[in-house]
């Protein structure tokens, strides 16, 4: 292919994408863009799932409220163990996720990301706790948040309709990515590959938004079916089209923080390690406690879920050095070096 993907049409998008074979050269150039500003380096995030309640009722998440789950919350002080720990293993960001939950309200969530930079200044906080008002996204900003992760799960107004509620919109879920761009936030964006009604259309609408909102952060992951949901008898999302879409946007976005989810690594048992050979490169081991890693089910058969937070980062290690990286110990900010 000697045509940059930034100059096809659409309709040579959708072509592109329809393919859904593995596709080496792709995957090559995608990767020697990822090597020209990235080199080898593979950066490591600690996500710390810190509450799985959630007011949301998204039609594919295993966390909708009315999914009856047994739910949990960390108290602050084992967010900050969580951090400790990750601190120890070599980690500089951390990422707190979790649903919608009414009782972490902005003070709160403030008191957390501030009593992390406190203790750890030489570290990067990003937040993945949903659509919010634009004081609250500020108020955080101010509180010491760095970065923002909002997928906007699909940019095709239809199809948005069909994974979501109707009190759900993807006006506000785009307003809040803009708003969280503007107040300076390193933004994460991205979409489930494979979700129900999705295709090769809708993606390229997705290409399309993050071409405009110009995200730091991309993340992509399969879709998987979540017991107790609409959804749950839906395939899963297959493995040589995420991986092909990786490629895609890290041709599309040489310089974006594409990382190689769990979900990958879920639906393959060396998902991870081929997503970092298509174009990805950052990883996000788990840093919640063993304890409550089966009760973050935002989808089933979830990896790494009785492994201790030292225990997963060795085994990463291992899994990014046999595809031929390195971890960094690294607050891991994007690079602006022209490619
Ligand atoms: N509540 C926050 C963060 C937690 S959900 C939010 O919604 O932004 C994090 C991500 O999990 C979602 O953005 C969605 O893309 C993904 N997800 C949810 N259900 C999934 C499923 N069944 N398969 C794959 N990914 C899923
Ligand atoms: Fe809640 Fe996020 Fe799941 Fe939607 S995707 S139900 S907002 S946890």
Redesign the pocket.
């Known amino acids: 292919m000697s045509v940059s993907v930034n100059d096809l049409t659409d309709n040579e998008l959708v072509n592109l994408i329809s393919t859904h074979e593995y596709d080496e050269k792709l995957r090559i150039r995608a990767d020697e863009v990822r090597q020209s500003v990235y080199g080898r380096d593979v950066y490591i995030r600690g996500l710390i799932e810190f509450t799985s309640f959630?007011r949301?009722n998204?039609l594919?998440?295993?966390l909708r409220r009315e999914n009856r789950r047994e739910r949990y919350r960390l108290t602050d002080e084992q967010i900050f163990g969580c951090c400790e720990t990750g601190y120890s293993l070599g980690f500089r960001t951390f990422v707190l996720?979790?649903?919608?939950d009414a009782f972490f309200d902005d003070l709160h969530i403030c008191k957390i990301v501030s009593g992390i930079k406190e203790r750890f200044p030489d570290c990067a906080v990003t937040l993945?706790?949903?659509e919010k008002p634009r004081e609250s996204y500020l108020a955080y900003k101010k509180a010491g948040a760095d970065r923002y992760l909002?997928?906007h799960?699909t940019a095709d107004l239809a199809h948005y309709q069909k994974l979501h509620p109707p009190e759900m919109s993807l006006k506000n879920r785009m307003r809040c990515l803009f708003d969280l761009k503007e107040l300076g936030y390193q933004t994460g964006t991205g979409f489930?590959v494979g979700s129900p009604f999705q295709t090769a259309e809708t993606i390229v609408s997705d290409l399309r938004f993050m071409q405009k909102l110009q995200p730091e952060m991309i993340g992509i992951?399969?879709?998987?079916?979540?017991g107790g949901t609409p959804f749950a008898g839906y395939p899963a999302g297959e493995l040589s089209l995420t991986l092909r879409l990786i490629s895609i946007i890290r041709l599309m976005f040489p310089n974006a923080l594409i990382p190689s989810t769990t979900?990958l690594g879920t639906i393959h048992p060396k998902g991870r390690e081929m997503g970092l050979a298509a174009g990805a490169n950052v990883v996000m081991p788990n840093l919640s406690p063993t304890s409550v890693r089966k009760l973050y089910s935002?989808?089933d058969n979830k990896i790494c879920t009785g492994d201790e937070a030292a225990e997963c980062r060795r085994c990463l290690e291992k899994r990014v050095l046999a595809a031929g990286y390195r971890i960094v110990t690294d607050c891991g900010d994007i690079k602006n070096t022209n490619y």
């Open positions: 959630c949301r998204c594919y998440c295993g996720q979790g649903g919608e993945s706790i949903g909002l997928r799960e489930i992951g399969p879709f998987i079916p979540a979900a935002i989808y």
